[in-house]
């Protein structure tokens, strides 16, 4: 669907909005859905779309995947959380998993940023030099 420059332009608006001290606040995204709803401005289907795609982008850079071949003990838990916050603030949303393929080291997913320092992918690009 083809949205208009102005509805980009009141979608970004409304978003930002929604956001208090940084963070995007659940509350006020619906208040604003329910508003734009009942006035129906002109392109609000393209406003609402547009606000969908930007939350849903929000949520997804807020949350980080940690995996580790082992279960990682509660004090380098907390010194993970304690660092991926330090990088990319409070609002971020952390979970733990096992991966008993990666060997070792510990892979962490955070929105599209990738770090992976698992031994299976060193052994993988040692493979690939060969």
Do not use: W
């Not at 409304?14 to 734009?36: H, I, M, P, W, Y």
């Not at 916050?85 to 609002?91: L, R, T, V």
């Amino acid at each position: 669907m083809k949205i208009s420059k102005q509805a980009q332009r009141d979608a970004r608006q409304l978003f930002r909005s929604c956001q208090k001290d940084g963070l995007l606040d659940e509350n006020q995204v619906r208040q604003a859905v329910t508003l734009v709803l009942e006035k129906q401005p002109r392109g609000y289907i393209g406003i609402l779309a547009r606000l969908h795609r930007l939350v849903k982008l929000n949520l997804q850079g807020r949350a980080a995947h940690v995996e580790s071949a082992t279960a990682l003990p509660a004090d380098q838990q907390a010194s993970v959380t304690h660092e991926i916050k330090a990088k990319y603030g409070q609002g971020v949303n952390i979970s733990f998993g096992q991966n008993p393929a990666l060997i070792g080291g510990l892979r962490i997913q955070v929105g599209s940023d990738l770090y992976d320092g698992s031994v299976k992918t060193r052994l993988n690009k040692l493979e690939e030099s060969f």
